[in-house]
């Protein structure tokens, strides 16, 4: 428990910089406007938050850490921004993924300058890859909202196959 403490610290010490090359490599990957930027203080803030709970939920605290009343307002705040800049939710995942991904590289590359032993970091890496995972699905369940709310503007309903690819990932229209 003490090593997984160390490397949430660890990790929540260089969030500033891992959170801003996510948003970074986003709006390289979509190719946002330049009026995208005037929401960047919020999209920082917005993930820092999310960054945060994953932390400490290697630290400890688990999937606790990401249900939160507060880290799920951050989680649909970003992704309410990012939908208004036209991101599409498959790019909003991505971006989710990537940040998790990038935390795991962090731990990766961390592990060799404090001595974290590989049967110290799979665990850990375990672990985030489950609360990166919850995060995602906070978002789809948040993007099936998005696409039940357009249809019933529309009047339709979600074709056979999304429904079947939305209980694939374990989740219902």
């Known amino acids: 428990m003490e090593r997984t403490t160390f490397v949430a610290d660890l990790l929540i010490a260089h969030r500033r910089q891992i959170v801003r090359a996510v948003i970074d490599r986003t709006g ?12 960047l203080p919020e999209l920082v803030a917005d993930l820092s938050v999310i960054f945060i709970a994953i932390a400490r939920g290697i630290g400890g605290d688990g999937v606790k850490a990401i249900v939160s009343t507060e880290v799920r307002q951050a989680i649909l705040r970003h992704a309410g921004i990012r939908r208004s800049q036209g991101l599409s939710p498959a790019a909003l995942v991505d971006e989710y993924l990537d940040l998790g991904d990038s935390m795991v590289r962090f731990v990766e590359k961390q592990s060799r300058q404090v001595m974290l032993s590989g049967s110290d970091s799979v665990p850990i890496t375990c672990i985030l890859h489950e609360l ?9 369940q ?3 909202q998005w696409r039940a709310a357009d249809a019933s503007l529309r009047g339709s309903s979600p074709t056979a196959s999304t429904v079947r ?4 990932i374990g989740l219902s229209c």
């Open 28 to 39: 390289d990957r979509v190719r946002l406007d330049a009026a995208a930027t005037e929401s």
């Open 132 to 140: 990166v995972n919850r995060v995602v699905r906070t978002v789809v």
């Open 142 to 144: 948040e993007c099936m």
């Open 165 to 168: 690819s939305y209980e694939r």
